[in-house]
């Protein structure tokens, strides 16, 4: 039978969203498309455009300017998508975590499949990361893909998961306690 | 009978022939930048993809007017390859791209907005120069009928000027460096197709093939019934446009204008007066 699902991986559109970084993985995916590392040839374009795209490429931590757009632009994007956070910073906060500005990393308000480490991410890794990706892209279904809700409450239980503290509302809940 | 068969079957297969068009356009693209480039079937995978995404429209009329967009390109291919009015066919064109700015405005998203404003500004850049062609093709030719204008004297001895001021246009009509203020990859993200997604975007993204085809043809119409001649200008065209397209910077949207207005539409009325006072 003629099965769509495999052209999946064979034309992945990239939607590159910077949630607050500093520059330095952007540098490093515009490398990417660049005549060295070349990921064209394996058919990937930088859309620019959610509603075009299949994988969102995030770098940088979440800040509280670019936390609604961010949930926004993840909505736009018809499924199936995945989500790669490129970075420490996307992963976890990276060294801007704990910032009175910074809501740490993007797993606290969208799904993340595939987290890439390094400050800054190689292209190699990149790459890599994105290969996974794919990986993932060819199992999913087109179920509507929900976001996890903005956090009104802070949540500061610690099981494990440390990331998913909300420390500037934390901050506030405890000195208005 | 026989020769209606043959036609009908170029028409259908009119969007794969694009297709590998601007696969290979691709490809071409990236050799001249020192990569490897995508597979020459790139296109046909990005097709196949988008049909699988989840159905997603902003409203219904603009879904509609995308898919008409793709329609009346199709039709206007047609009619050009079975020899009808070339008149009709630069209008028929011209409908289609009316069709892709109306759906552009129908959203709300002000980059839409954007993208069908430039688009409607570049077809008053390059509008004219293909009417002005289509007169003077008349003037030499005694017809608007393609047919016959495919069976007579190549038309590039008798208007090398209009062909030069199609060559100057045709970056506008295909949306290419340095003026492809209407698609803008980047700044504005595409242009009046932002909206569309999923099967929809295959519409436009199809279109885009079926308008290389129509640039092609209309290329190839300037050897007459010398067919190589025809061939030998497409080709040449096709490493113009690329090379142009790779070697320059996106100019404003003013200058794109004046650059029609001052420099090709000149250029193809001084080629109609010469035919009229020959």
């Keep these: ?177 | 009978m026989q020769s209606i068969i043959i036609l009908s079957i170029l028409v259908l297969l009119a969007p794969l022939v694009g297709g590998l068009v601007y696969g290979i356009e691709r490809k071409v693209k990236a050799r001249m930048q020192n990569r490897m480039g995508p597979n020459i079937l790139q296109p046909f995978y990005d097709f196949f993809k988008l049909a699988d995404k989840r159905l997603v429209m902003v409203h219904s009329t603009h879904a509609f007017l995308g898919v008409m967009h793709f329609i009346s390109i199709w039709v206007a291919v047609a009619v050009l390859i079975f020899g009808g009015d070339l008149i009709l066919v630069i209008f028929l064109h011209l409908l289609s791209t009316a069709l892709l700015i109306m759906g552009g405005f129908s959203t709300r998203s002000i980059f839409s907005h954007l993208g069908a404003n430039r688009t409607a500004i570049s077809i008053l850049a390059y509008e004219p120069v293909l009417i002005i062609m289509a007169v003077s093709i008349y003037a030499v030719n005694g017809s608007f009928q393609i047919s016959s204008i495919i069976g007579s004297e190549p038309l590039l001895y008798k208007m090398p000027l209009t062909f030069i001021a199609l060559l100057l246009i045709l970056p506008i009509k295909l949306k290419k460096s340095p003026f492809d203020v209407a698609e803008a990859h980047q700044e504005i993200a595409g242009g009046a197709e932002i909206e569309y997604s999923g099967i929809f975007f295959e519409a436009i993204y199809t279109a885009k093939w079926l308008d290389y085809i129509f640039v092609y043809a209309l290329v190839f119409l300037f050897g007459g019934s010398n067919y190589l001649l025809g061939a030998g200008l497409v080709v040449g065209t096709f490493i113009y446009l690329n090379a142009l397209d790779n070697s320059s910077a996106r100019v404003d949207y003013r200058q794109m204008l004046k650059f029609s207005y001052f420099v090709a539409l000149p250029v193809a009325f001084i080629n109609l007066l010469i035919t009229l006072f020959n």
């Design chain 1, 1 to 177: 039978m003629f099965e769509l699902k495999k052209f999946r991986k064979k034309s992945p559109w990239i939607l590159h969203f910077n949630a607050g970084g500093c520059n330095g993985c952007d540098i490093e995916i515009l490398a990417c498309l660049a005549p060295k590392y070349d990921i064209e040839r394996f058919g990937m374009i930088n859309t620019g455009n959610p509603k075009q795209s299949d994988i969102l490429l995030i770098t940088g931590p979440v800040t509280k300017r670019t936390r609604e757009r961010l949930v926004e632009v993840y909505n736009q994007m018809p499924e199936p998508k995945v989500v790669v956070c490129c970075g420490s910073c996307a992963s976890t906060g990276g060294i801007f975590r704990g910032m009175y500005n910074i809501e740490g990393g993007v797993d606290q308000f969208i799904p993340v499949d595939v987290y890439v480490a390094g400050c800054a991410c190689r292209p190699e890794q990149i790459i890599d990361g994105v290969v996974v990706a794919l990986g993932i892209l060819e199992e999913k279904t087109k179920e509507i893909e929900k976001t996890i809700k903005l956090a009104n409450k802070p949540v500061v239980e610690e099981d494990g998961q440390v990331n998913r503290r909300n420390m500037p509302a934390e901050l506030t809940y405890e000195t208005a306690v």
